[in-house]
């Protein structure tokens, strides 16, 4: 009966959230208790180096675990709360608790590699967003260089972009951009930008090994970022065949269903973090 209850209402929610109806603000003040309840989630899907096979990072993946809704996934939840504003509570939850996840990964004498999380381009453009990660650095004592924001494209266009990154970089943390490809970076602006690395969208990834044009762009973002000293990393991957392509194609790290979900920290933990190799589990597929 819970479950069903729980199916019937998710599938509510997702509904409501196209709707722009009065239960829009019904989920708004569920998605405000729950924060204060602690349902948000972290998941946690690991990072490949595409040469070794080695697992050398993480993303962290936000949820919303309901106790009776069940669980409710970012796509559903987090445009409704750009749209509130409570991106700002739950973007400070998420950097709070991967500070921490990373915190007790070091002091069990783990290594998580460099863990990356998301950012909404609304809560970097909020004015303490910096101010955030650094007091979130200095009271967690997490090394800078284990953390990495995931900012997308769409976020970046704003004049005050180029001094944001600056401040962000200056911290130590490295920054990523998300779903690359699908935005409208300019070269100009790329240029300029203090990154270290292009996510290229799954988008791109899905269509590598039949789509000539697919293949095409991503060996066009593989080149710029090659020129550019950046690195790149496909999101996505789900065939032998696809990282076959992107071996080739030269792209240095990914990650996706063929290899690891996103799972939760325990078992995050106990797949990728504690093995006899260390994180050295290059015979995985
Ligand atoms: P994203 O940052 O581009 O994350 C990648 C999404 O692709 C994740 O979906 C991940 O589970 C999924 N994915 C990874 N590998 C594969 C694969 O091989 N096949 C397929 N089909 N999917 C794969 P998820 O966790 O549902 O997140 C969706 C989006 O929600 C994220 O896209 C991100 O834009 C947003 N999001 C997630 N967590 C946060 C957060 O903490 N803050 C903010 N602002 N946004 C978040
Ligand atoms: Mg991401
Ligand atoms: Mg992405
Ligand atoms: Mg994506």
């Not at 300019?186 to 290229?200: D, G, M, Q, T």
Request: hydrophobic fraction near 40%; charge should be negative.
């Amino acid at each position: 009966e819970a479950k069903r209850r729980g199916r019937y209402t998710y599938a509510f929610y997702t509904q409501a959230l196209t709707e722009g109806s009065t239960r829009r603000l019904e989920l708004e003040q569920a998605l405000k208790e729950g924060i204060d309840r602690d349902e948000l989630v972290l998941f946690y899907q690991p990072v490949f180096d595409v040469e070794t096979g080695q697992c050398v990072g993480a993303e962290a993946l936000v949820r919303w675990e309901h106790p009776d809704r069940g669980m409710i996934s970012p796509g559903t939840f987090i445009p409704l709360a750009e749209d509130t504003g409570l991106i700002l509570p739950v973007g400070c939850w998420v950097m709070t608790e991967v500070a921490r996840q990373v915190r007790a990964w070091l002091d069990q004498g783990l290594d998580p590699g460099r863990v990356s999380f998301n950012v909404s381009s609304q809560q970097l453009h909020n004015a303490p967003f910096v101010d955030l990660l650094e007091e979130t650095l200095r009271s967690s004592g997490v090394p800078a260089g284990s953390l990495e924001v995931e900012l997308t494209e769409s976020g970046l266009m704003a004049e005050e972009t180029i001094g944001l990154l600056n401040r962000i970089r200056g911290t130590g943390v490295d920054i990523a951009i998300d779903d690359f490809g699908t935005g409208y970076s300019s070269l100009a602006y790329l240029r300029r930008f203090p990154v270290e690395k292009l996510k290229i969208d799954r988008g791109f990834v899905e269509g590598v090994e039949d789509s000539p044009e697919a293949r095409s762009i991503v060996e066009g973002v593989v080149a710029m970022a090659r020129a550019l000293g950046l690195r790149t990393q496909a999101e996505g991957v789900e065939t032998r065949e696809q990282l076959t392509v992107l071996s080739a194609l030269g792209a240095d790290l990914y990650q996706g269903f063929l290899r690891g979900r996103p799972v939760p920290a325990p078992i995050y933990e106990r797949q990728w973090l504690i093995t006899d190799t260390g994180r050295s589990v290059s015979d995985g597929v």
